[in-house]
T-cell receptor
């Protein structure tokens, strides 16, 4: 079945710096790759997603890149702010349809003021 | 618009008991999925429901079951609780069946003693 790896597990950056989180997946049938942010005591919240027919997507300070050949995708956050501190999860959809996502283990991002 | 509502938010059970968790999706959302979140295993897919029918099921034992009602509300049940069932159970809803954004609730935190 699908396996999603995520690195690093923890990441500390200074406010204003950039942060990059990388994920790899194993199932070539996966065609949808969302990123979720989870703050303490809350459920995950979608921050950006990308489909397999697109190589890059950007939304203000957040961008995601996808390399289908290498089966990896990355989250880029620029000009980080303290409120970006949270746990970030990447995910892949192994069936290419439905909501049975396989999530990565998460990255705890700390933005130091 | 109200978000996904999960009840109860916290509960404590003992081994061998059973538990029922409830989820009310965002108004108009017809698809509901459930995930288990633990420190060791991360986010793992349990079930997906659409129009009262289970569309996908994760790799969990038969002690885990669920259902969806005609108003799209969903319940999940865990029978014969084990210590390892202690987790945050997250419900997510989406507007339609198929891959897309999941809107998560804040979860029901189950502790099994």
């Amino acid at each position: 079945g699908e396996n999603v790896e995520q690195h690093p597990s923890t990441l500390s950056v200074q406010e204003g710096d950039s942060a990059v989180i990388k994920c790899t997946y194993s199932d070539s049938a996966s065609n949808y790759f969302p990123w979720y942010k989870q703050e303490l005591g809350k459920g995950p919240q979608l921050i950006i997603d990308i489909r397999s027919n697109v190589g890059e997507k950007k939304d203000q300070r957040i961008a995601v890149t996808l390399n289908k050949t290498a089966k990896h995708f990355s989250l880029h956050i620029t000009e980080t702010q303290p409120e970006d501190s949270a746990v970030y999860f990447c995910a892949a959809n192994p069936s290419g349809y439905g909501q049975n996502f396989v999530f990565g283990p998460g990255t705890r991002l700390s933005v130091l003021p | 618009k109200a978000g996904v509502t999960q009840t109860p938010r916290y509960l404590i059970k003992t081994r061998g008991q059973q538990v029922t968790l409830s989820c009310s999706p965002i108004s108009g959302h017809r698809s509901v999925s459930w995930y288990q979140q633990t420190p060791g295993q991360g986010l793992q897919f349990l079930f997906e429901y659409f129009s009262e029918t289970q569309r996908n099921k994760g790799n969990f034992p038969g002690r885990f079951s669920g259902r969806q009602f005609s108003n799209s509300r969903s319940e999940m049940n865990v029978s014969t609780l084990e210590l390892g069932d202690s987790a945050l159970y997250l419900c997510a809803s989406s507007l339609r069946q198929g891959t897309g954004e999941l809107f998560f609730g804040e979860g029901s935190r189950l502790t099994v003693l």
